[in-house]
């Protein structure tokens, strides 16, 4: 069974540039969640998705961040203009919705995206 | 709101010795916790999930246990070894099944 799938592994931008990142979860997930992690700390949840619909943004900068999750399948997290404080890993992680007693509601994560804003 | 904090932040043993990483966390209404495994500049590996009706889960070395009365979970890593260095981090998710909040992690060092 393929993993979660996150690109690009690393970028390296400016700041005020743009900066976008994709996530494609495990097959049959429907919830996906982005993450950042700055190095030292926990992840700290961005947004998340149950199908195409957003669950909970509360901690998602929405002067500068936006997020989609269109067919409720893959998703793009960018970030425009970017700051030297987003310089981050990006994770995105998905799981089953835990509505089953078979369904552990376990959360599988992608490798990440390094963000670096200079 | 549920916040989750690990002690030691940092570790460093010598090969072969047992040790023990604590997580807490403030709510005890939770859902699941679960621990991960993360590796410099690589994303979060699932280690053990405990269901909140259960007291323990084992997996080789690893043994992770939860006291959700006392909001408190400890990871037990048998016989280390030097390629169990690297950071271990807890999540909790809370009972409406849906948010999932992290502890900051301990960073593990196991000296051959």
């Known amino acids: 069974e393929a993993g979660v799938a996150q690109s690009p592994r690393y970028k390296i931008i400016e700041k005020r540039q743009s900066v976008a990142f994709w996530c494609n979860p495990i097959s049959g997930h429907a919830t996906l969640y982005w993450y950042q992690q700055i190095l030292g700390q926990g992840p700290k949840l961005l947004i998340q998705?149950?199908?195409?619909?957003?669950?909970?943004d509360s901690q998602l900068p929405k002067d500068r961040f936006s997020a989609e999750r269109l067919k409720g399948v893959d998703s793009t997290l960018k970030i425009q203009p970017a700051k030297l404080e987003d310089s981050a890993v990006y994770l995105c992680a998905s799981s089953l919705v835990p509505l089953a007693p078979s369904n552990t509601g376990e959360l599988f994560f992608g490798e990440g995206s390094r963000l670096t804003v200079l | 709101k549920q916040e989750v904090t690990q002690i030691p932040a940092a570790l460093s043993v010598p090969e072969g010795e047992n040790l023990v990483l604590n997580c807490s966390f403030t709510?005890?209404?939770?859902?699941?916790l679960q621990w991960f495994r993360q590796d410099p500049g690589k994303g979060l590996t699932s280690l053990l999930l405990i269901q909140s009706s259960q007291r323990e889960q084992t997996s080789g070395r690893l043994n992770a246990s939860l006291d959700k009365s006392s909001g408190r979970s400890t990871l037990y890593i048998a016989a280390s070894q030097p390629g169990d260095s690297a950071t271990y981090l807890c999540a909790v998710r809370d009972n409406y099944g849906q948010n999932f909040v992290f502890g900051p992690g301990t960073r593990l060092s196991v000296l051959p």
């Open positions: 998705f149950q199908n195409n619909g957003v669950v909970d």
């Open positions: 709510d005890s209404a939770i859902y699941n």
